[in-house]
Each structure stands twice: as C-alpha cells, then as structure tokens.
C-alpha cells in the first residue's frame, strides 16, 4: 500500500512538472520573440482544452461513462461567464478579479446543470448518459441562439423573440441571438489558463487518489460487486460527473473570454468529439496523456499549415496512425516491460533505503 501511495505521488509530481516546465518554457520563448503570433494566440485555446480532456477524463476514463456533449458545459460555462464579467465591469475594474469570479459562476453553473441531467440519468444503466448529454449539448446551442439579453440603467432585460430589447441610453447587449455573444472585453489570458490548469489536476488528482475515487474505479469496474460492500453508485457517479461538469464551465469562460464575439456553434458536437479523441489518444484514465494530446492535436493544424489543402487529411492520417500504434500489442508490451523494470527500481532503491 505504502508503495502505491509512493508511486501516485511520483505521477503526480510528474504531471505537475510538466505543466510547470512547459509554462516556464513557454514564457521564455515568449520573451524571447521567438514563437509566433498565431501560436502565442492559441495559448489560452489551449489552455481550455487541457482541462476540458482533464475534466472528460474524469467522466470517461476514471468513472467509465461516455459522455458526448462535454461542449454542452462548455457552452453554459461560457456564456454565464461572459454574462457575469460584462455585467460587473463597472462594479469591479480589476480584469483578473473579474476573469476570477467569471469562471466561478461559468463552473458553478455548469455544475447545476450537470447535477440535474445527472439525478435521472446516472441511476440508469447502458449507454442513456451518452444519449442524453448528446442531446443536452444540441439543446443548449439551439436554446442559446435565440436568446437576447441586454443591461441599462434600468436593468437586465432578456427576451427569445427576434430583437426586440428596448434599451435606454447606454445600454449594452450580451447575447445578440445567433450572433451568440458580442462585444465582449478579452480578459483571458495564459496566466489565467495555466493556474487554472493547476487547479484542475489538483482537484482530479487529489480526487482520484482519494476514498471517493477508490469508491468511483470500484463503481467503473464492477456496479454489482461495489454496490454490495454498502457503495453508493448513484452518488459517487453523480460526485465525478459534477465535478467534471464544473471544471469543464471554467474551462467553457476562460475559453469565451479570450475573444471579442462568440457563439453556441463553437460549442457543437464537433467539440464534444474533438475532447473525446484527446481523452481517447491521451489514454482512458491517464491525465498527463490527455494533457500532452489535447497540446499536440490542437497545435498540429497550425503546424501543417504548409500542406495548404490537404493538411486536414494529413491530420486525419497522424491521429489513425497514432491509434495504430497505440493498439499494437508488441508496442503496448514493451511499454509494460519498461514500466516492470521502472517499479522494480523503486522498489529496490526503497528496500536499500530502509536497510
């Protein structure tokens, strides 16, 4: 037991590692000039994504459900988040404050919505949550897309009908319809992207290695067998879907944030499929994978730019040959070989320790 424990610190510290050395790395290319205009504008993109495969992780790979509108949350993260930080520009003029408390009412509102798709469905067996966070996330980008919300000195004024908020002098719309919302003041940044990083991996790590996350891979691996030891399947699904939710609300404001316009189509099932093949290539329950390919997969298009038309197809090519090998079993043995001889090294260096 006392090795395990060992062995989940050492990840640990690991992951945290890697993103502290990747944002040092960063920073000094950055100052350094040396990293172009359209990649230093994808940082904060990036950002998002690595806490949105983080947080899928949790659902699809820790708990073993498959959840297909991860964008759903996105979306409600984004444009509560938007909402709360145009409505607060008078009252708190500090941007990170402000960039702050966005992504707490984006997460806290995504978490809601989570808790309520989650009190039917996750008493439910087979693939419902699959069905119905699918369907969640189509219902939110068509719901978002007719709404009209705007703020005078009168107040908040929210209608579903085409246009037809009648603001007074001064006033200012949010959420234009299709238009999703507009004129909004960038508040994002790669500071705020890498703390909130950090924040998620010690939220899902300290999660994992917990009672509750023993209880919830217990629940992944066999519902009969951990429901007959007293566990409580429903809650401890209903704990990592929520939490899951929640990070994903964050990651949807500090996504919206970093542009001036943004609409419900950024948050389509394209996304929730996008989120899912990081989680799938990073490897189920691995979060430094989901980590490095959410990093990989989102710079790569920018990379094979030089191939003009056919770079998707180039794309589409590395991500089936990725998978290839990820599915090879001489490849997946000799991955195991290294990580015997890895543990047997701690082991014999903790034995010599001790004597």
Do not use: C
């Not at 699959?130 to 369907?135: D, E, H, R």
């Amino acid at each position: 037991m006392k090795y395990l424990r060992l062995r989940s610190k050492i990840d640990n510290w690991l992951t945290y590692g890697l993103i502290i050395v990747a944002y040092i790395v960063m920073r000094l290319l950055i100052a350094g000039g040396n990293i172009s205009s359209t990649l230093q504008g994808q940082l904060v993109p990036i950002t998002a994504y690595i806490v949105m495969a983080i947080s899928l992780n949790l659902t699809v790979g820790v708990l073993g459900e498959l959840s297909l509108g991860h964008a759903g949350f996105m979306s409600v993260g984004a444009f509560s988040g938007v909402i709360t930080a145009t409505l607060l520009t008078d009252a708190i003029p500090m941007t990170w404050l402000r960039l702050a408390l966005a992504m707490l009412v984006g997460g806290l509102f995504a978490g809601i919505f989570g808790f309520l798709i989650g009190i039917p469905v996750l008493r439910l067996q087979g693939d419902y949550l699959a069905i119905v966070t699918l369907a969640f996330g189509e219902i939110i980008k068509n719901v978002v897309g007719t709404i009209y919300l705007g703020y005078d000195a009168n107040g908040i004024q929210v209608s579903i009908e085409n246009n037809t908020l009648q603001l007074g002098e001064g006033g200012k719309v949010i959420l234009n319809g299709p238009k999703g919302a507009t004129g909004i003041t960038k508040l994002s940044s790669f500071n705020a992207g890498f703390i909130l990083i950090l924040i998620t991996l010690f939220i899902v790590l300290n999660l994992i290695n917990s009672k509750s996350g023993r209880a919830i891979k217990a629940v992944r691996d066999d519902k009969i067998a951990a429901e007959s030891v007293g566990i409580s399947i429903w809650r401890y699904r209903m704990m990592a879907f929520v939490t899951s939710a929640t990070l994903a609300g964050a990651a949807g404001a500090l996504y919206a944030l970093n542009y001036s316009a943004v609409d419900a189509g950024k948050f389509d099932f394209n996304k929730s499929i996008l989120i899912l093949v990081f989680v799938v290539l990073g490897g189920m329950g691995n979060i430094r994978g989901s980590i490095i390919a959410a990093t990989v997969l989102t710079v790569l298009p920018e990379v094979l730019r030089a191939f003009d038309e056919v770079r998707m197809l180039v794309y589409a090519i590395i991500l089936i040959l990725v998978m290839l090998v990820r599915n090879n079993k001489t490849l997946r043995q000799l991955f195991q070989k290294i990580g015997i001889r890895r543990r047997n090294s701690l082991s014999n260096n903790k034995e010599g320790d001790e004597t």
